[in-house]
């Protein structure tokens, strides 16, 4: 028998998880008027038939609602597309298309504008870094500015103030040293 | 449905980009995608819309259609897909209060003087009545069954779901039609006594 139970995007229905005799019987005949009860499920069901006036009626019931669905489905009875579906229809399936075609153009001139610009981006960045190559590489020669004054300076106030050490004195005494070394050798 | 080799040869060519196959395919398909959505959001005016839409949706989607299912199978799903938006949208612009509002003016479509009314169309009326009582869901299901004939494994590809959830929900609507019947028909039987 075919009946199985599974959830999925729908959510489960609490009536799809609980199931009685009655429904038993109820469920096991709808799958029989489709055509989809087996041979264990019929001997079920012919016994679950035999046993309950429910399920009888049921049966009855569902038989009549089929029958009527069927007149109801009979071509005979079916309502008349209204005048006009078919061409409405056609002319919005073509609108459709011609602004599918338009979506298309816009993309490609989107696509093409997004290249262009990329294009443009690294001529511009290549640009950049070969100008920026080009001045690093040039050789300047640098003179001393305020600021490397001000550092030596104070370089040499810190040494004097915390470190005992006198830097014109030791200009000087360097000096000294290489005279009276030069003497000693002659 | 069964599907002939020239509807099969029509996709192709569709596919292909020739704009005749596909509009042969809409002479053929529309009629019947009209009546489904007719008997889903039963409004005259959205069922027209709904078709219209259905096949606008098929052409933006065609190139996406791999032959797995009938294209009718495929047509089918989409316009199921349109019904449930359009009942969304109807629900949100509050003209939808309920399906037999719908139904009244459908039923109103066919003419007909209703004192003159023979007891096949009662129970016409009847049956429609309590199909617009169903749920969305359930009066799909019964639609795609009863009056389409498709297989389980078809309503499924177009319902989304498993062949199992279509099982259980044929069982489900067919017993609440069966209770709305009864309610319904004048000789306290499903069908009316048609």
């Not at chain 1, 429904?23 to 055509?35: H, I, T």
Request: proline share 3%; glycine share 8%; hydrophobic share 40%.
């Amino acid at each position: 028998m075919t009946s199985h139970m599974e959830n999925d995007a729908w959510g489960a229905d609490p009536d799809d998880r609980v199931e009685d005799p009655e429904d038993r019987a109820s469920r096991l005949l709808s799958l029989r008027a489709d055509g989809r009860l087996d041979d264990a499920g019929t001997r079920e069901l012919d016994a679950l038939l035999a046993a309950d006036g429910e399920a009888r009626a049921f049966e009855r019931d569902l038989d009549r609602l089929r029958d009527a669905l069927r007149v109801d489905a009979d071509a005979a009875n079916t309502p008349a597309t209204p005048a006009g579906l078919l061409d409405r229809t056609l002319a919005r399936v073509a609108a459709e298309r011609r602004r599918q075609g338009d979506q298309g153009r816009v993309l490609v001139l989107s696509r093409g504008l997004a290249l262009a610009a990329a294009a443009i981006l690294m001529t511009t960045l290549f640009a950049f870094f070969r100008t920026d190559r080009q001045v690093g590489a040039d050789p300047v020669d640098r003179q001393p500015t305020v600021e490397d004054r001000l550092e030596g300076g104070l370089r040499e106030f810190l040494e004097e103030r915390f470190l005992g050490r006198d830097a014109a004195a030791d200009r000087s005494d360097a000096g000294d040293q290489v005279q009276s070394e030069g003497s000693a050798g002659r | 449905m069964d599907e002939t080799q020239d509807d099969r040869e029509l996709v192709v060519r569709a596919k292909d980009g020739s704009e005749e196959a596909f509009n042969d395919l809409v002479r053929l398909y529309h009629e019947r995608i009209y009546r489904i959505a007719l008997r889903i959001v039963h409004d005259p005016d959205e069922a027209d819309e709904i078709t219209q839409e259905t096949f606008a949706r098929a052409v933006a989607a065609l190139d996406r259609f791999d032959f797995r299912a009938k294209f009718y199978t495929w047509i089918v799903s989409i316009a199921r897909n349109a019904a449930f938006d359009a009942l969304r949208s109807m629900q949100r612009r509050s003209r939808y209060k309920s399906a037999e509002d719908g139904l009244d003016r459908f039923e109103g479509e066919g003419g007909g003087d209703p004192v003159q009314a023979s007891s096949a169309s009662e129970a016409k009326q009847v049956i429609q009545k309590a199909l617009g009582r169903l749920s969305v869901r359930d009066r799909t299901l019964i639609v795609l069954r009863e009056y389409e004939s498709l297989q389980y494994d078809e309503i499924a590809k177009v319902m989304g779901c498993s062949v199992g959830t279509v099982e259980s929900g044929l069982h489900r609507a067919r017993k609440r039609l069966r209770q709305y019947l009864t309610a319904l028909a004048p000789s306290g039987a499903p069908g009316g006594g048609s």
